[in-house]
């Protein structure tokens, strides 16, 4: 690879992050600037904007290198984030979302909460749950572009997931809102043309699509037994039905991953951020092809690699990446795509990772600064910019730590379960919120409390894949989990989780005095 064009490629992106950046900045004059960009931002720049939020290295690296392993079942995933993520999520979650937070003077998605059920208890808790869960999220992204900057400059893993970091820190902090989206932009349009690229050059190589489609299907009596046992029955048919495999997939991944998708604070403000509905519909469009491309491109050419590396080493992929899911998609960048290509991907990994950190960061630093902070000091005069950018800093710095911590084949996994931690604790109380006046603060506190409780509980007494690792269940019960029957132990926590906390939405609000119709009638003014 040649350093120096290397070199100026790495130099011209980062001045095209710094010059958005800094336009972000000139722009933010107030907290509206610094929380919500304003409110005026052009539906591409919010769909886009979106799309390279929800679509990071975890999708890229994780995904792709589960698609690997496991094959073109993932693409079902593709298809329930263009449903739910993109059309449900804008036609029936971000028109409302848009109008009533309006309504609310909300800045922030546990600010919206705790307005809609005027509860400063519920924001506070909302902004402490986003901040003391997000890093986990935060920290596999890191690792995601932190593992391709390893792979492709030769540097020490430690080095690049600092190296990453402080890029990502420098224009959140000083651009806000509108520096984030603006650079998410250029980051997603860089994503989309190299995604696109990738497949081409996929088939080509292969053969073709149906050369290729047909010789991978032919591979099905290469899977290793470890993996047949699992219900594994080649790289092009979904898993076994009631197979180990097919329950991690469809639960794990696809209902755990396609519907938390609708309770992410990072997504749920871009709502706010438009001036009418009529961007958001323009957006819906922009926002479904880039994540078809996004995502479904992407997790053929997982299972594609597969036949790759057989073609050229009689290895499978997962092989080649000597057992680290992790690595199998930058192990086939760097030894099948031409040195042109690995330079326009190296920035698609990049904007990948910075396009969903930096919102991230943003995030999580708004939640300790605005909802968290501002609110448990309420007599103390604070600056919502200022302690937001603090509480950035320090979402940072918790991220990086956790960073270098988690083990190898972690970034699909560790998105899984932040989904599914923010599906059964918010998405019950997100939509009573919008569509059922009759939810009342009580049930919303007790149901958000509930479904953390339930996710936490899951994760460290019932899901082998957590409860063995962690030891609690262990160290207290004598054995690995609490699920001794099949397939609980291996479901994902969201279908135990999120049913219960509706239930709880649902009676507790039924038992409990409803909000008074001013407050309703101001919440859904010019709601149809």
């Given at each position: 690879m040649n350093t120096f064009v290397l070199g100026l490629v790495v130099v011209i992106y980062l001045l095209a992050i710094a010059f958005l950046g800094y336009r972000g900045y000139k722009q933010t004059k107030s907290a509206k600037d610094?929380?919500?960009?304003?409110?005026?931002?052009?539906?591409?720049?919010?769909?886009?904007?979106?799309?390279?939020?929800?679509?990071?290295?975890s999708a890229i690296i994780g995904f792709g290198g589960i698609a690997g392993v496991y094959g073109m079942g993932l693409i079902w995933l593709t298809a329930l984030n263009i449903i739910v993520g993109v059309f449900i999520a804008f036609i029936f979650f971000g028109r409302v979302t848009r109008k009533m937070g309006h309504n609310l003077d909300a800045h922030t998605f546990p600010e919206f909460l705790g307005n809609r059920f005027q509860s400063k208890k519920i924001q506070i808790i909302s902004g402490a749950v986003i901040f003391i869960s997000m890093p986990l999220y935060a920290a596999v992204v890191l690792i995601g572009g932190a593992r391709f900057i390893e792979s492709i400059f030769e540097i020490d893993f430690s080095l690049a997931l600092t190296f990453f970091s402080i890029i990502i820190a420098a224009y959140v902090i000083a651009g806000g809102l509108k520096g984030v989206m603006y650079t998410d932009a250029l980051q997603g349009s860089i994503m989309?043309?190299?995604?696109?690229?990738?497949?081409?050059?996929?088939?080509?190589?292969?053969?073709?699509?149906?050369?290729?489609?047909?010789?991978?299907?032919?591979?099905?009596n290469l899977v290793p037994?470890?993996?047949?046992?699992?219900?594994?029955?080649?790289?092009?048919?979904?898993?076994?039905?009631?197979?180990?495999?097919?329950?991690?997939?469809?639960t794990n991944i696809i209902l755990g991953v396609g519907i938390g998708v609708l309770a992410q604070p990072q997504l749920v403000v871009r709502f706010m951020t438009v001036k009418s509905n009529r961007e958001l519909n323009r957006a819906v469009l922009i926002g479904g092809i880039f994540i078809?491309?996004?995502?479904?491109?992407?997790?053929?050419?997982?299972?594609?690699?597969?036949?790759?590396?057989?073609?050229?080493?009689?290895?499978?992929?997962?092989?080649?990446?000597?057992?680290?899911?992790?690595l199998i998609i930058p192990e086939y960048i760097s030894a099948a795509m031409p040195e042109w290509f690995v330079y326009?991907?190296?920035?698609?990994?990049l904007s990948a990772g910075m396009s969903t950190l930096s919102s991230q960061f943003?995030?999580?630093?708004?939640?300790?600064g605005r909802d968290f902070i501002e609110n448990v000091f309420p007599n103390k005069k604070i600056d919502s910019m200022m302690i937001s950018k603090i509480g950035i800093i320090v979402a940072i710095l918790i991220s990086i730590i956790i960073g270098y911590k988690l083990p190898g084949s972690i970034i699909a996994r560790g998105t899984a379960i932040f989904f599914g931690i923010c599906a059964a604790t918010f998405l019950p109380v997100y939509f009573g919120a919008l569509y059922w006046k009759r939810v009342t603060k009580t049930a919303a506190l007790w149901s958000i409390l509930t479904?953390?409780?339930?996710?936490?509980?899951?994760?460290?007494?019932?899901?082998v894949k957590e409860s063995e690792p962690l030891g609690i269940c262990q160290a207290i019960f004598g054995k690995p989990t609490l699920a001794s029957e099949f397939p609980w132990m291996i479901v994902d926590p969201i279908l135990i989780a999120m049913p219960i906390s509706i239930v709880v939405l649902i009676v507790v609000s039924l038992a409990t005095q409803k909000t008074s119709d001013e407050h309703l009638a101001a919440c859904y003014k010019g709601i149809k």
């Open positions: 610094y929380l919500l960009a304003g409110r005026d931002i052009h539906p591409f720049v919010m769909a886009m904007s979106y799309g390279a939020t929800f679509i990071s290295t989309f043309l190299s995604l696109f690229f990738l497949l081409i050059v996929t088939y080509v190589k292969l053969g073709g699509v149906s050369a290729a489609h047909e010789a991978l299907t032919n591979m099905v037994e470890s993996l047949t046992s699992k219900g594994h029955e080649g790289w092009t048919v979904f898993p076994k039905m009631n197979s180990a495999w097919w329950w991690a997939l469809t078809f491309v996004a995502t479904g491109f992407v997790f053929t050419v997982g299972a594609l690699t597969n036949l790759y590396f057989y073609n050229e080493s009689g290895q499978l992929a997962i092989q080649v990446a000597k057992g680290n899911v992790d326009l991907f190296m920035l698609a990994l943003h995030t999580m630093g708004t939640s300790l479904g953390l409780i339930a996710s936490v509980f899951s994760l460290g007494f019932m899901h």
